[in-house]
């Protein structure tokens, strides 16, 4: 599903360069489960953003479902994204304003899904998430457990290809965390790729195969078994 | 989607409700100053608009060339030419004079002096829309003693009944039949009249005036064929003038030339001026105030707009994740600004409909008596939905332009769009102090006016108008011998005119200082012996009348410094023995008077004229001492009852009568003042949400800095220097502006003030002031928090 080969990636401010990605390749097959650790400023963040085509590599290869996207202009790269690609983050972002159904319902309003449709999908998977009874409360009204699942529900509601989670257990204590862990382990046995971001070794061993970054480079890759 | 939208605008408005507050409020009392502005100007622009031939109408008005003399324009015409224009030019379909009249009315018991009458054709009613109520317009008119009345006066003097048919009194002597009552004569009418009487009374009271081409009487208006060039009939005109002309204006070579004026220009000609003009230089500042403090309120949306920006940041990166295209979201943001928009504008109704009858009383006019006319609400949503998008462009543009990659990681930086903040506040307390200097000088201009020695006693003058009523004028000095045995009646004197109440011009031949007799228009006062006296006003040379020359009532003049000066004598002394023609009176300049103001400030001192003639005097004066006043007054009207029973006591204080010479002056200053107050207001209303929002940003650095030691004044200090910078600023760049408007303001008067620098010191400090008690309250409230609550919260 992905195949990225010597990817690049440079910050500048105006005296100092860094390499936040440094000639990176790798690849991950459809259905896996990968966990990309690594030290504070090795590039997981930096990869991710990449992967999930909200940032572009200054040089290399992003090849995404066939299709090599690493030269995609913002229009095609988010026009690819909303259809593929559904994110998780370790402080949720959920639109304050937003209920808990208008939430996750706003994905399927940007890809033009008709009305009586998105009640349909929202409602199976707020159900899905257990979290239908939370339907008309606001993000501000529901614990950090109960926020990061209707942030995986916003994440899964246009049924995408990819999840990429940024830390998602990192503002959870450990059974809320453990709780999201069944969860996008479940998806992941359904079919969907997730790539995830982590520091913790525990949520690590959800995962299929770990990757360990340092200074924007692979230094080690562990299966799980 | 749009549904989602605004569901959406209105939950961020509810969740940011002090953002909002500012913002709807600060927009509703902008709209509602615009808006308010707005009907007003609308009402001045639609003035005669009313009438169904309004662009086939057209008044003659006639210029007076005197040879070796300035030309004299007037709005004006001679009684004879418009039937003879349209006699002798078949495109005149129509012709109506309507001349200034004025009578004591009477039916049954109610007995009023009438002064808003006209003496006018039955064409009238053909040439201007005035529709009837009862009766008939056409029919009767044309005879002499036929009155058509306004619904307004048929109920002053009949009540519920039918006036039509029945016959009033005209200076208790004149029986004149009721022919028709018509709608009051509209607001937006360029003259207005109470009664109409017929012409032929006219020409049956004033046989003489009809028979010459001579002596220029009120106004006459024709009717073109619609879509005709009335250039090419004017240009006919100076053939048809010279057709007319008289003996008397062939000998002394008098030029006349016709014009015609457009019934859209007649109110705003201010040159040749009528009996109501407008003035297009208020529209002028009045629009531009209006844009401005409508511009004041929309920059307070973009930068507040934009200040927020860093919270808005993570929630666009979401968005932009989650599948939202850009334009997506700039329509979600134009939504958000032309909801709050639209809140403002039900506010705004809500605030002008209120407002309305105190800005009538404020403006002195009563313009509009709702605003629920004319579409007018529908042009304020139109406005209101096009501000909401034009203001809420850019925010929307710059918001939605964030890339999700910086502002979900929380690295958003503040980005360039600080200094267009910046700029746009200075604009906006430009304004403000721009708008603050001018209502300083409007007024500090008023006080001047009313302050300066007019040259002639005001104080406690007590003026009874008798309307030329000969038969007070025949028994003049007996009434005015009476009166003085009132107690604390000190003096009494009967004359035409006096200053400040208006007064009439006599086209005269006085010789000059070259011994040629000067053709001059000058203003006319008639007099008895004691006027001079009792308003003390000074002598500059020569004597003032005396009874002790028998011939002071047939030959005598005296003319003021100025006119002397006009006529070229270097000193007074030399005017004095000189000839002098008016009105046929052929006599000497027998004294000068020091110049006296007869008229407002805004004016220069022009050339009078001054002459003894009984048979002129329209009013008693009276000066009374100030003991008791209200039990003179009373003394006084009860004398009057049984000394003029037929006329009421109808009196007014000449130093009122002379400030209320400044009433639109006053208006004008009064307008200005809480224009200015209002664009200071909202501008501090767009500075307290920046400079909240500011020491929001900056939360971290004031823990920072007060860990390492800085004290609560050296913050409030460095916060409020930001924008006190801004302020000074704009300061600067106001005092050169408003020097240079409001010097082009004061051209208009005669008499003014120099704007001093004290004027911009005050305005600047005011500024200054305002400014920094809007920022130091945000200030203060963030030198006082905890450090260790702020370092936390990053």
Known sequence: MIKISNLEKFYRTEEVETIALNKLSMEVATGEFVAIMGPSGCGKSTLLNILGMLDDPDAGSYVFNEIEVAHFNERKRADLRKHNIGFVFQSFNLIDELTVFENVELPLIYTGVAASERVKRVE???????????????????SGGQQQRVAIARAVVNKPKLILADEPTGNLDSSNGNDVMELLTDLNEQGTTIIMVTHSEHDARYSHRIIRLLDGQTVMENIMV | MIRNYIKIAFRSLWRHKGFSLINIIGLAIGLTACFLIYINIKFELSYDTFNKKFDQIYRVAVDVRHPNAPVITTPAAFVQIGPSLQQDYPEVEANVRVLGARFLVQYGNSKFQEDD?????????????????????????????????????ARKYFGNADPVGKSIMLDSKYPALVTAVIKDVPANSHFKFDMAVSCATFEKLNPDVLQNWA???????????KGYDFHKLESQLPAFASRHYTQADKKEGVNYGYHFVPLKDIYMDTIRGGPQVGDLHNIHIFSAIAVFILLIACINFINLTTARATERAKEVGVRKVIGAARKQLIIQFLSESVVLCLIAFLLTVIFSNSLLPIYNQLSGKVTNTTIFTHNYVFHLFIVSCCIGIGAGLYPAFVLSGFKPVTTLRGKFSKSGSILLRRTLVVAQFTISIVLIVGTIVVYTQLNYMRSQPLGFQKDQMLAINFSSDPAVQHRVELIKNELKKIPNVASVT???SLPGFGNGNSDSEIENKAGVMQQILIDAYYVDYDFIPQFEMKLAAGRIFSKSFGTDTSKAFIINEAAAKSLGYSSPSEAVGRKLLQWGRTGKIIGVLKDFHFQSLQEPVRPLSISVDPDFNRMLTLKITTKNIPATIAAIQSKWKTLVPERQFNYAFVDETFNAQYAAQVNFGNLFMYFAVLAILISCMGLF?????STIQRTREIGIRKVFGASVTGIVNMLSAEFLKLVVLSALIAFPLAWFIMNKWLQDFAYRIAINWWVFAFAGAMAIVIAFATVAFQAMKAALANPVKSLRAE
């Open chain 2, 215 to 225: 002596g220029i009487h009120g106004f006459t208006y024709i009717v073109l064929p």
């Open chain 2, 117 to 153: 009458i006209i003496y006018t054709d039955p064409s009238l009613f053909n040439v201007f829309t005035l529709p009837v109520i009862k009766g008939d317009v056409k029919k009767g008119f044309e005879a002499p003693f036929k009155v058509v009345m306004t619904q307004t006066m």
């Open chain 2, 689 to 693: 949400g920046l400079a909240s929002y």
């Open chain 1, 124 to 142: 199976e998977v707020l159900d899905k998430m257990q979290i239908m009874h939370r339907r008309n409360h606001y993000p501000q009204q529901l």
């Open chain 2, 494 to 496: 009967a004359s035409r």
